[in-house]
Structures are given as structure tokens and as C-alpha cells.
């Protein structure tokens, strides 16, 4: 199946800093990735769809100027946890499908961020 | 938008027994409706997945039935074994290119 790579898988950070995650497609091209957030025991929430070479699109209650998402190619979407504080703690985790009519997503292997 | 419920929520089952996982969805327009297994910190892995054509599809101990009239779907485990356990989450889909919406997941136990 097409891969998913996820960068970093763990991040320990300072409140008020900010923090970049990688997602990239290794082996197909994603003009849309989508970006996940899973707190402990509950269930992936999407948050934001990334479009290449556009505005990511974001979902009602996701703030778009903490949680900037970038997706300059299409092999490469980021997201940047700005100003980071402890409430933002949670797994991220990105996904991807090669399209051409196919629906199947393939998730990165998630980050596990932790804001101090 | 999509909405999708699961239930239950936590299911306990003894070794060799079956367990079923039982998801709506309010979006008629859906056609794909995959099942994932998601362990402790890890991503979500695909174990099952159906298509709005098919009415059931099988796999080994894992079958998923589709009903959409009713707009439901279900996931079958037959035959259950301790390293069934993990958290289990149903999902559905619009369109090719767009997002998947999960269920709140249902954390299947599995005992010896």
C-alpha cells in the first residue's frame, strides 16, 4: 500500500513555542492531505483539509491562525502549532490518498505532542 | 456534513466468542465505509473496508456488513483472540478526495 511518512513522532515543547510537523507521501503524489487530532481515549477528529498550492480548509472550532498548515508540494503538507500551550497536548496524525477514485486514506504514523 | 455514530463503546468478550461493532451514518451520499484497529499510540490500521455496491464483505474471522437503507454498518469479528483487543474504529466517506469522518470507537477486550 502507499506510504505515509509523519515527522517528528514525539515532540516535547515549552508552552509559547512553536512546533512543525511533517507529513509527506513517499511513494504517490496527495493534492489533498488531511490532518487528524486524537486526545487519549477518544477518536480522530478531523481538523483540516490541506490542498496543494491552496487555503487549507479548516473545520468549525479549529483555530486556522494557531494551527497553520502549509502544503507547498505534493508530496509535503506541514502543520505548525503556533504558540503552543498545554491544552494543544494531543496526537496529530496526517493522511493521504492517491486519489484517482480511490478513497482509501493511508495515516502517517502520528506525533505525539506534549506542551509543558 | 458526515455524522457517524458507533456503538458500543467498550465491549468485553470472552476468547473464542463474537463480537460485533455496530455504526450509523447520517450522509446518504456516502459510499465507503472502512473499519480500522487502532493500538495505544499508533496510527489507525485498515482492517476491513466496503463500498456502497456490496452488502457484505468477508475476511478470515472479520466480515462487515452493509445496510443502506438504513444507513448502517457493522463489523464482525468471529472467533476472537486475545490480540483481537485495541480500540476499534468505524469510518465513512463521501467522495474520493475527501476526508473521513470516524465513529467515537469502541474499545473491544478480549479475555483468556
Known amino acids: 500500500g502507499a506510504v505515509v511518512s509523519q515527522h517528528p513522532s514525539w515532540v516535547i515543547c515549552k508552552s509559547g513555542t512553536s512546533v512543525k510537523i511533517e507529513c509527506r507521501s513517499l511513494?504517490?503524489?496527495?493534492?489533498?492531505m488531511f490532518w487528524y487530532r486524537q486526545f487519549p481515549k477518544q477518536s480522530l477528529m478531523l481538523m483540516a483539509t490541506s490542498n496543494e498550492g491552496s487555503k487549507a480548509t479548516y473545520e468549525q472550532g479549529v483555530e486556522k491562525d494557531k494551527f497553520l498548515i502549509n502544503h507547498a508540494s505534493l508530496t509535503l503538507s506541514t502543520l505548525t502549532v503556533t504558540s503552543a500551550h498545554p491544552e494543544d497536548s494531543s496526537f496529530y496524525i496526517c493522511?493521504?490518498?492517491?486519489?484517482?477514485?480511490?478513497?482509501?486514506?493511508?495515516f502517517g504514523s502520528g506525533t505525539q505532542l506534549s506542551v509543558l | 456534513g458526515e455524522n457517524v455514530e458507533q456503538h458500543p463503546s467498550t465491549l468485553s468478550v470472552q476468547e473464542g466468542d463474537s463480537a460485533v461493532i455496530k455504526c450509523t451514518y447520517s450522509?446518504?451520499?456516502?459510499?465507503?465505509f472502512p473499519w480500522y484497529k487502532q493500538e495505544l499510540g499508533k496510527r489507525p490500521q485498515l482492517i476491513i473496508d466496503i463500498r456502497s455496491n456490496v452488502g457484505e464483505k468477508k475476511d478470515q474471522r472479520i466480515a462487515v456488513t452493509l445496510n443502506k437503507t438504513a444507513k448502517h454498518f457493522s463489523l464482525h469479528i468471529t472467533e476472537t483472540q486475545p490480540e483481537d483487543s485495541a480500540v476499534y474504529f468505524c469510518a465513512a466517506i463521501g467522495q474520493a478526495g475527501t476526508a473521513l469522518i470516524f465513529g467515537k470507537g469502541t474499545t473491544l477486550s478480549v479475555s483468556s
Open positions: 511513494d504517490f503524489q496527495a493534492t489533498t
Open positions: 493522511s493521504a490518498s492517491p486519489g484517482t477514485g480511490d478513497e482509501k486514506l493511508f
Open positions: 450522509d446518504s451520499a456516502s459510499n465507503y
